[in-house]
């Protein structure tokens, strides 16, 4: 017997959302507009961001000072899906140029940090939270090497809005309250005063949300740079803290971090050059999604139809394989990725989907079946952030930056009002695996920033999403809404997706037709079927450059606070 599971929404009413149980009506598209300039454009995960990127681009900024003033309000009023003590990764086009780059701003783990440091103490795998799931947090160096690289604008200027917001204060959102009180159950004594205050509670909607120490903190990265955050006050309080704690990082680690600026992934899908981060993120999961596509006619079957969903998630559930088997810090490990993206061993691998089951799970295509995948699924509702600029000239960037988990380690750095991320929780402790923690590594990260070009090289689009697992699975669908069946940005953003997670179980939004949600279930999906608009889903945003009409349109997803402005 199947059973199609309904839950409730958590997402506030005036988002769409509803409190009752078992909601089965069909909920019609927000249609936020479709917002379109022809000089510039931005869009954030919040409205201040966004506002912030846009007023640098009319102030003859690039792309770059706009990002780099977005991710710095972002780290103050998203506190708990990213921050100054979190990662970032960038994709970057230059208009002049036509060169694409893109920059690894993850950190690493500390220099004692071996399997027995854990082992030792008794650990059989890395924790979730707390000093042991922290690595050195990267966001900040990557905000300084994309700015010497691609900024104009003074960097102590950009990081302005920042500080004011974090000084004087913002105004809390219903969606941020409902944030801090789902996911602050692990903050430690002072993230919990200062986003937990009432009595466990967050504060009340509307207030002001202020952290002085963090202000004092931004002031001392905008005047000093990385020198201001990884050597001196801030590097010997958090690496002491951390210490402290139990974790392996110290203000060595902190000294010796560097962003690497690295070569980008790219597949011709749809007319168009897709372009994702190497490892180690899941990029390779993204490209290995498209090729196997190929294989299949999804525009035939129909959008939402059952059997284009069963064959994109049966298809993630492959690319996922290899990804947890393989994906590691290449710096350290060998990771095979010319096979992993081999058009003819993908062709092999969609063929293996089975039209008329769901696969319960399915083994990577090659390698020692006796060293298991690092398979980590979380609920990723409040992880990262996503950002994105096109500036006047033609540049663009695709930028993310995140904690991880919800509020990362939990751990607040009371001196410096400084949230630790959580990546290193994404080590695995199994002999053998390219992705297990060793000294000076990077985890293997879910952050996974898009961009794609024309055939012929010209800049088409920026796309990027939180959601950890979700976003190879969500970048895919708003792609195909976008190219495969010409929905406009804001509608393929809006439409209706699903996530499938590492077994039969997907979660799937209840706009999708009832007939394609009954036919699913037929096939052996595991349905749990959500009303609303729900950080379940990502938060997408988008900007597309129409070259013909010159029109950039940029679009942000109501299932988050994510926020589009052009001019």
């Known amino acids: 017997m199947i059973l199609l599971v309904f839950v409730g929404c958590n997402a506030p009413s005036h988002e769409g959302g509803s409190d009752r149980q078992m909601v089965t009506t069909v909920f019609a598209p927000q249609n936020r507009p479709d917002v379109q300039g022809t000089i510039g454009a931005v869009s954030a995960g919040h409205p201040l961001a966004a506002q912030a990127g846009l007023e640098v681009l009319k102030d003859g900024g690039t792309a770059t000072d706009a990002v780099i003033a977005m991710a710095g309000v972002l780290a103050v009023t998203r506190p708990h899906m990213n921050g100054v003590g979190g990662d970032a990764f960038g994709i970057f086009y230059d208009g002049a140029s036509g060169e694409v780059t893109a920059l690894n701003a993850s950190g690493r783990s500390g220099a004692i940090a071996t399997p027995e440091f854990f082992t030792d103490e008794g650990f059989d795998r890395i924790p979730d939270k707390g000093a042991l799931s922290v690595s050195v947090p990267g966001a900040v160096a990557g905000w300084v090497d994309a700015h010497d690289r691609y900024g104009t604008k003074p960097f102590a200027r950009l990081l302005e809005p920042a500080i004011r917001f974090a000084r004087d204060g913002f105004a809390v959102s219903t969606r941020l309250a409902l944030d801090f009180e789902a996911q602050g159950a692990d903050l430690n004594e002072f993230g919990k005063s200062l986003y937990l205050p009432n009595d466990g509670a967050p504060p009340s909607v509307g207030t002001l949300l202020q952290n002085p120490e963090l202000a004092s903190s931004l002031e001392d990265i905008a005047s000093r740079k990385k020198e201001g955050f990884y050597n001196g006050g801030i590097a010997e309080s958090l690496a002491d803290f951390v210490e402290g704690q139990g974790g392996h990082l110290r203000s060595t680690d902190f000294a010796n971090h560097v962003s690497t600026w690295v070569e980008p992934l790219r597949i011709n899908y749809l007319q168009h050059t897709f372009i994702v981060m190497p490892p180690s993120t899941q990029g390779p999961a993204q490209l290995a999604l498209m090729e196997m596509s190929k294989a299949h006619d999804l525009q035939s079957m129909g959008h939402n139809s059952t059997d284009y969903l069963h064959t994109l998630i049966e298809l993630k559930k492959l690319a996922f394989a290899d990804r947890d088997r393989w994906i590691a810090d290449p710096e350290k490990a060998d990771v095979p990725i010319a096979r992993l993206l081999n058009p003819a061993y993908l062709a092999e691998r969609a063929a293996m989907v089975d039209p008329s089951s769901a696969a319960d799970s399915v083994p990577p295509g090659f390698g020692d079946d006796d060293v ?114 010409n929905m406009t940005p804001q509608e393929a953003i809006e439409a209706p997706r699903f996530r499938s997670m590492s077994d039969t179980r997907v979660s799937i939004e209840n706009r999708v037709p009832r007939a394609a949600l009954e036919g699913l279930a037929s096939k052996g999906h595991q349905l749990t079927i959500v009303p609303g608009w729900t950080a379940t889903f990502g938060g997408a945003q988008m900007i597309v450059f129409n070259r013909e009409t010159g029109v950039l349109n940029a679009a942000a997803d109501p299932r988050r606070e994510a926020y589009a402005l052009a001019y």
Do not use: C
Request: net charge negative; charged share 15%.
């Open 372 to 485: 298991e995948a690092n398979e980590v699924e979380r609920d990723d509702s409040g992880d990262t952030v996503y950002l994105t600029a096109v500036d006047q000239w033609g540049n663009a960037v695709s930028w993310i930056q995140s904690n991880f988990a919800g509020f990362g380690s939990g751990l607040l750095e009371p001196e410096t009002g400084i949230l630790l991320h959580n990546r290193g929780s994404l080590y695995t402790l199994e002999d053998g695996h390219p992705n297990q923690i060793a000294p000076n590594k990077r985890p293997y990260h879910t952050l996974s920033p898009m961009m794609a070009l024309h055939a012929d090289g010209d800049f088409s689009f920026t796309l990027g999403t939180p959601g950890g697992d979700s976003q190879p699975q969500s970048l895919l669908q708003i792609s195909h809404n976008l190219l495969v069946f």
